[in-house]
């Protein structure tokens, strides 16, 4: 497996010192937070995205997706939310990276299939676009639909190989959803897995991995025993929790622990 981590960890971090900072610590990839508070976001012309991708090919770094924030489930107008993913999709074209990430986000207070089937319409319509740009969109395990089981019932529908799935171990684990019950339903869409570690359910302060509650162990061990050989990306929530630990600091021992725990599952 490959390993990147997030640059929600590092908020604001210019591009050149993100890929300093990840060939230096041993990563492969790195996954960008695309929003305008950050440096690589869709409003970045032609010129500074060849820029951007050209520090990553120099720095022997990928760019591994796009962390983006549409809602493909929420109420409203599809044309916005079409628009959104769309940039997203072209941005990742242009930069190289292979994935783009979107969230959930239905309505709670509306009935659950009425959410799968605006998510489902919405992702379906950009399938398309993502395959003439080589880059899959993945609906990650969140919010209104934390678990597997709950974004099964989005991707089944939508049934093609462009949009996939991905898979944080925090809010799987928070819906009450086993791995092994989790890599079920997700392994035929799985882009990449975000790996974390919180205290508690009550306490979601981001730790160092292998310091925490989450279950990281069982969720490398099914991954291996399955034969996936797919990326682990280090998603620490630093831009939410001030107070947490500065992550540069923590990406070699993450790195290590995740290489242990590959060699303990092999």
């Given at each position: 497996m490959k390993f990147?981590?997030?640059?929600?960890g590092v908020p604001g971090l210019p591009v050149p010192d993100v890929v300093r900072l990840a060939a230096a610590q041993g990563y492969h990839g790195v996954e960008l937070r695309a929003h305008p508070e950050e440096p690589v976001h869709p409003g970045l012309g032609a010129a500074e995205r060849a820029e951007?991708?050209?520090?990553?090919?120099?720095?022997?770094?990928?760019?591994?997706?796009?962390?983006?924030?549409?809602?493909?489930?929420?109420?409203?107008?599809?044309a916005a939310v079409d628009r959104e993913i769309r940039e997203l999709l072209e941005l990742a074209g242009a930069l190289g990276a292979s994935f783009?990430?979107?969230?959930?986000?239905?309505?709670?207070?509306?009935?659950?299939?009425?959410?799968?089937a605006v998510a489902a319409r919405r992702l379906a319509a950009v399938a398309g676009h993502a395959a003439d740009l080589g880059v899959r969109v993945l609906l990650e395990t969140h919010d209104s639909h934390r678990t597997g089981a709950d974004v099964l019932r989005v991707l089944g529908p939508v049934g093609h190989r462009w949009i996939g799935a991905l898979w944080d171990v925090m809010h799987t684990w928070l819906g009450g959803e086993q791995p092994p019950e989790t890599f079920a339903a997700l392994s035929p869409y799985l882009g990449y897995v975000?790996?974390?570690?919180?205290?508690?359910?009550?306490d979601t302060t981001p730790l160092p991995l292998g310091?925490?509650?989450?279950?990281?162990?069982?969720?490398?061990?099914?991954?291996?025993?399955?034969?996936?050989?797919?990326?682990?990306?280090?998603?620490y929530e630093k831009r939410w929790y001030e107070a947490?630990?500065?992550?540069?600091?923590?990406?070699?021992?993450?790195?290590?622990?995740?290489?242990?725990?590959?060699?303990?599952s092999a």
């Open positions: 990147a981590f997030s640059t929600l951007v991708a050209a520090e990553f090919e120099a720095g022997g770094v990928e760019i591994l997706g796009l962390a983006g924030y549409p809602r493909v489930a929420a109420p409203g107008d599809d783009v990430r979107v969230f959930p986000g239905a309505d709670p207070r509306r009935p659950a299939p009425e959410g799968d975000q790996v974390k570690d919180i205290a508690s359910a009550d310091a925490g509650a989450l279950p990281l162990a069982e969720c490398v061990e099914v991954l291996t025993r399955h034969g996936w050989d797919g990326w682990l990306c280090w998603e947490a630990a500065p992550l540069p600091d923590l990406l070699g021992p993450g790195r290590e622990h995740l290489a242990r725990l590959l060699t303990e």
